[in-house]
């Protein structure tokens, strides 16, 4: 122990949720933290470093928790990192146990049940400036008496204390300080009954000794409190404040998320533009790309956290090696199409999801959510899902993805685990391009049809949710339904920083895991839909004749670009049929036929594998009128509706365009909130899962809506 | 004072809690909070799901946690008699928030 500062010493963080511990961390790390996890273990803590005199040390932010006897995964971390029960990773040298100056007596019980621990601890009165404006007074010198280590006062949100903590952190780490907990004995010691009543009778006395304080605290606005914890009025108020923050997402977002559209299609022409026609210098060339390739691997390696092995490395140079010696067409295709168009498909949607990150960062710090998750316990009961999976499934309707990272909110395993899986099934912003192409192809004459028809997709998609958690909850995760014991924290003054940092952190967590899961499904969607590469010689008889005098001409024709760009899109389209995706959307013709699905849907429905939006642009090369020409939807809705079958009768008809409609609202159909699922659950066994169990669920749907609208 | 479920109450007030049944997680939970054998625990709206005070917190139980525990009724005779530990801070009720 007497070299603990030579390595980096690790110094935990450890208090009661709401006890602004993560504040602290935040003053105390200079916002510079990173998310960590422990091997094998799913919970995310927040790591910093903090410089101490003796040198830097590490912080480590645990989850809060109320006891070392733990009802959640994350305190169940926090216990097992405390006793020193994670494999290959030392106990804490000191442990910094924040208490809250205002809720004293409660958060001593925690105290008490660290204090047995007998680990280096250094005790945080936080909150001290919101405790004086109570009237709270505490005398730290009798409180370090009675609890037998440093007792430090501090106010995290206005910076004061903290120099003298981090002095306190250096002589506990140096061990300048005696340690006088070797001589701290436990309040329960000789108790037989509950050792709760033992520990709270201790923080009573403890407090009595040393706090002085008003009877009645905090009634300032127990008049809203009131209200927003009304059977009625509570859940209209929530109802309210969610529609306002979705209003905020949708109107914010739609700036940001244009210029990283406009953003990337511009990126991808300039790169384009940027490859030479022809490869000037072979030597030279090869080197370049293989090495563009080589940092695109090193990039995505970092981001996903994988590590350089002899495996990942050959996987890494071979792939560069093909990569480079691929004809320089497919090269910028690959480029264009592939890497830049499948990075920005995910980009787009970061903006909705930091905004609405933020709105529920803010949300939670004013102590609001916890009302929330109270007045609609009684409402989620009914399907078996606490009050609390109903912010995550709001949130999925603008993503999933902030969805499922939200349900962490949720204590107990098994609720949180059925939140995950059905939150996919609500309808999220990416399939609104679906839903809207459908409407204006089937309804474009009736705006009040169209419109039900999209509400109808919204309940479909939120009575599918519901009724599979309670299906779940009925049998493969079937358990007692865990009843609501909740704290309603004091109402604060929200952090705007605080909120700034998680978004940033869970913004490139997201980045990380899903950006470099998406990467490599786009490079290989795009391979599918490329490969085999069609001959001019495949190009059927009479579509080489028309490309032909296309082409003869376009050299007469006043605007020989269109012309030649029909010629392109009638190639492209054939291309598209030749490649492997539109061979298995062939092959896939048995399988969705009874859902009134061509080929050429069927095509729609692979290349949107990873991403359901994708299935608009798809249906526009795969119909032949360039992918352009997805963007004007007037055009590709007058060339779905033209579309004939082989018998000559059209194929989008109320039937085919309906089950269309309902197989996207009830397939997984995105990739990268299956990579969040893995990540959230730590195996991709229940990620599979949710992809089986949706696609399934998906394809009897609209099996039964095809069979009984084209019959009626 | 006869002793009554928690679960049962529908007059808010001042009750001290007599035992909470059970160690599983549920009773853990409740304990955990302060909910807790020899606590005091206002009830500040009946219903499902109540909102309880205990140790200064506001905290909101289900009804089906609430049937684990067991109280009875504070008066204000038995709250001077059994709560001798009267805190100093006391008669300064009423002096704060302005």
């Known amino acids: 122990m007497v070299d603990v500062l030579k390595k980096t010493a690790t110094v935990v963080l450890v208090g009661n949720p709401n006890t602004g511990k993560t504040t602290l961390f935040n003053r105390l790390t200079g916002l510079?933290?990173?998310?960590?996890?422990?091997?094998?273990?799913?919970?995310?803590?927040?790591?910093?470093?903090?410089?101490?005199?003796?040198?830097?040390?590490d912080l480590v932010d645990l989850p809060g928790m109320y006891s070392l006897n733990t009802a959640s995964p994350e305190e169940q971390l926090a216990r097992e990192v405390l006793l020193g029960e994670i494999p290959d990773t030392a106990r804490p040298d000191a442990v910094v146990l924040v208490l809250d100056a205002t809720q004293l007596e409660r958060n001593l019980m925690l105290a008490s049940e660290i204090l047995d621990?007998?680990?280096?601890?250094?005790?945080?009165?936080?909150?001290?400036?919101?405790?004086?404006?109570?009237?709270?007074?505490?005398?730290?010198?009798?409180?370090?008496?009675?609890?037998?280590?440093?007792?430090?006062?501090?106010?995290?949100?206005?910076?004061?204390?903290l120099n003298e903590?981090?002095?306190?952190?250096?002589?506990?780490?140096?061990?300048?300080?005696?340690?006088?907990?070797?001589?701290?004995?436990?309040?329960?010691?000789?108790?037989?009954?509950?050792?709760?009543?033992?520990?709270?009778?201790?923080?009573?006395?403890?407090?009595?000794?040393?706090v002085e304080r008003p009877l009645q605290t905090g009634c300032k606005v127990a008049k809203l409190d009131r209200l927003l914890t009304h059977p009625v009025i509570g859940?209209?108020?929530?109802?309210?404040?969610?529609?306002?923050?979705?209003?905020?997402?949708?109107?914010?977002?739609?700036?940001?998320?244009?210029?990283?559209?406009?953003?990337?299609?511009?990126?991808?022409?300039?790169?384009?533009?940027?490859?030479?026609?022809?490869?000037?210098?072979?030597a030279l060339w090869f080197a370049g790309t293989a090495s563009l390739s080589m940092l695109v691997f090193l990039a995505s390696y970092w981001a996903a956290e994988i590590r350089w092995s002899l495996k990942n490395g050959l996987i890494a140079a071979a792939v560069s090696v093909f990569v480079a010696t691929l004809p320089i067409d497919d090269f910028r295709s690959l480029l264009v199409d592939g890497v830049i168009g499948g990075i920005g498909g995910v980009l787009v949607f970061l903006p909705q999801i930091c905004i609405l990150f933020f709105f529920i960062s803010l949300l939670e710090d004013t102590g609001y959510m916890a009302r929330a998750a109270f007045v609609m316990e009684r409402l989620m009961r009914f399907v078996g899902l606490p009050g609390k999976a109903f912010v995550p499934m709001l949130s999925a309707h603008a993503c999933a993805i902030p969805g499922i990272m939200a349900?962490?909110?949720?204590?107990?395993w098994r609720d949180r685990l059925v939140t995950i899986l059905v939150l996919p099934l609500l309808t999220c912003s990416a399939r609104l391009p679906v839903y809207s192409m459908i409407t204006a192809l089937l309804f474009s004459d009736s705006p009040v049809k169209a419109a039900a028809v999209f509400v109808a997709a919204y309940v479909l998609g939120i009575a599918a949710a519901l009724f599979s958690a309670w299906c779940l909850k009925k049998t493969i995760l079937k358990g007692d339904t865990v009843p609501l014991v909740i704290e309603l924290p004091a109402y604060r003054r929200p952090s705007f920083s605080g909120a700034f940092a998680i978004v940033v952190e869970r913004a490139v967590n997201f980045v990380g895991t899903a950006g470099t899961a998406i990467l490599l499904i786009s490079v290989i969607l795009w391979a599918l839909?490329?490969?085999?590469?069609?001959?001019?010689?495949?190009?059927?008889?009479?579509?080489?004749e028309q490309v032909a005098t296309l082409r003869s001409e376009a050299l007469l024709a006043g605007d020989p670009d269109s012309v030649l760009a029909e010629a392109d899109r009638m190639v492209a389209q054939e291309a598209l049929a030749y490649s492997c995706a539109g061979r298995v959307g062939r092959l896939l013709e048995p399988v969705f036929a009874p859902l009134g699905f061509d080929w050429k849907i069927n095509v729609g429905v692979i290349t949107s594998f990873a991403a359901r939006e994708v299935v608009v642009s798809t249906l526009a090369i795969v119909y032949g009128i360039g992918e352009d020409a997805a963007e004007d939807k007037a055009t590709l809705v007058e060339t779905l509706r033209r579309q004939k079958r082989p018998d000559g009768s059209p194929v989008f008809t109320t039937a085919t365009g309906m089950s269309l409609l309902v197989f996207f609202v009830l397939a997984m159909q995105c990739l990268p909130t299956q990579a969040v699922t893995k990540r959230e659950t730590g195996s991709w066994k229940w990620a599979i899962f949710q992809l089986v169990y949706m696609t399934a669920m998906a394809y009897v749907a609209a099996l039964i809506t095809y069979q009984v609208i084209s019959r009626s | 004072m006869s002793p009554l479920l928690l679960s049962e109450i529908t007059v808010t007030g001042l009750y001290r809690c007599l035992d909470v049944a059970g160690d599983g997680d549920d009773a853990l939970r409740l304990k955990r909070l302060g909910i807790c054998a020899g606590r005091k625990i206002e009830v500040l709206r009946a219903g499902d799901p109540m909102v309880l005070n205990v140790l200064g917190t506001q905290v909101g139980v289900s009804r089906l946690a609430a049937a684990l525990v067991t109280v009875e009724p504070v008066t204000a005779t038995t709250a001077a008699t059994q709560d001798n530990s009267a805190k100093p801070g006391e008669s300064a009720e009423g002096a704060n928030h302005g």
């Open chain 1, 165 to 210: 903590l981090c002095n306190t952190i250096d002589s506990v780490l140096t061990q300048k300080l005696p340690l006088l907990l070797e001589q701290h004995t436990s309040c329960t010691m000789g108790c037989s009954g509950c050792t709760f009543s033992a520990r709270f009778d201790w923080a009573e006395k403890v407090c009595n000794s040393t």
């Open chain 1, 32 to 57: 510079r933290a990173k998310t960590a996890n422990y091997p094998g273990i799913t919970v995310d803590v927040r790591k910093g470093t903090i410089q101490l005199k003796g040198g830097p040390a």
């Open chain 1, 529 to 544: 839909a490329t490969y085999p590469k069609m001959p001019e010689s495949a190009l059927p008889q009479n579509v080489a």
């Open chain 1, 407 to 412: 349900a962490r909110v949720i204590e107990n």
């Open chain 1, 235 to 282: 859940v209209i108020a929530f109802l309210t404040v969610m529609l306002a923050v979705f209003y905020l997402i949708f109107s914010l977002a739609s700036i940001p998320m244009d210029l990283v559209d406009g953003g990337f299609t511009q990126l991808g022409e300039f790169v384009g533009q940027l490859i030479p026609e022809s490869v000037p210098n072979p």
């Open chain 1, 117 to 161: 621990l007998k680990l280096p601890t250094i005790v945080v009165i936080n909150l001290i400036d919101a405790a004086a404006a109570l009237n709270i007074k505490i005398e730290p010198e009798k409180l370090a008496a009675e609890l037998k280590c440093p007792v430090v006062l501090v106010s995290a949100r206005k910076s004061s204390g």
